[in-house]
Structures are given as structure tokens and as C-alpha cells.
């Protein structure tokens, strides 16, 4: 595709939308804080929703993020295998569901049986904090997406 056919970063087009976007993402991030919520099992979480959604640009970016909060390579690695492994904790295992089950949107059933399940675990405060950064994180998927946000080298 040449360059005149490209179409505009999203994120560029409409820089209103994305600032609120960001202001949005902020506020979410402040609440999950306010939770108790490590910073490792958010970004955790955001890794796993870009695997789900196959969002290279942020892939790249949370995977840094969350070596950087404290994840070890191993952990990221199994990650989409995360309910085969004894390596994630049971606040995280709900993290991890709510992040998959408010991406891909299962049926109704099997969607409500996992978020009660979450939110017990989590308290109301805590669930109400991952679900809003688990739809934050979808958001900024999209927008990268759609964006094609490239991906540049770091080696």
C-alpha cells in the first residue's frame, strides 16, 4: 500500500478522542491502584488481552511494561496457557478470566458464571477496576489495530 493510500492513525485523526481516551485510561489506572492492584498483574492482564486480540504495536509496548513491573519471561511466556500453570495466583487467575471473558465475550452464561466468580474473589471495588482497565486495554487494542501502529525494532 503506498503512502497516499494508508489510511490516518486513528489516535492522529481525532487527537480529542484520543486524549480522552488516555484520561480515561489514567482514571482506570488511579482506581486499580486505589484497589490494591499490583501494577504486574495489570499489565499481566493487558498482555493477554493483546494476545487475544493480536495487537502487535500493544504487545510490544506491555510486555516491556510488565518485565518492567516485575514479570519474569517465564510467566509472560505462559501466559495463554495461564490456566495450565501454577504460576499465577488466584487474584491473578481473575484477572486473567475477566480480561478473556470481557474480550471475547462468550456466552451469556459461561460469561456471567466467570464475573461472579471474579468479583467474589476480588470485591466489588477491586472487579469494578478490572473490568474498566480490561475495556480500556480493548479500546487501545483497536485503536492500534485499526491504526496499524507500527512496531519498530529494539535490538
Known amino acids: 500500500m503506498s503512502t497516499s493510500e494508508r489510511l490516518p492513525y486513528l489516535d492522529a485523526s481525532l487527537p480529542e478522542a484520543w486524549k480522552s481516551l488516555n484520561a480515561l485510561a489514567l482514571k482506570v489506572s488511579a482506581a486499580a491502584e486505589a484497589a490494591g492492584l499490583e501494577r504486574e498483574t495489570l499489565e499481566l ?14 504487545l510490544d509496548l506491555h510486555t516491556r511494561k510488565a518485565l518492567d513491573a516485575g514479570a519474569s519471561q517465564q510467566r509472560l ?8 500453570s501454577t504460576l499465577f495466583d488466584s487474584v491473578e487467575c481473575a484477572v486473567l478470566d475477566v480480561a478473556e471473558v470481557t474480550t471475547t ?11 461472579v466468580a471474579a468479583r467474589r474473589l ?10 474498566w482497565a480490561a ?15 507500527p512496531v519498530r525494532r529494539r535490538d
Open 135 to 149: 475495556v480500556t486495554m480493548n479500546a487501545f487494542n483497536r485503536v492500534s489495530i485499526l491504526s496499524e501502529h
Open 122 to 131: 476480588l470485591g466489588d471495588e477491586t472487579f469494578a477496576a478490572v473490568e
Open 77 to 84: 511466556a505462559l501466559l495463554p496457557a495461564w490456566r495450565e
Open 105 to 115: 465475550l462468550p456466552d451469556p452464561q459461561q460469561r456471567g458464571e466467570a464475573l
Open 45 to 58: 492482564m493487558n498482555v493477554r488481552i493483546s494476545q487475544i486480540n493480536g495487537c502487535a504495536f500493544c
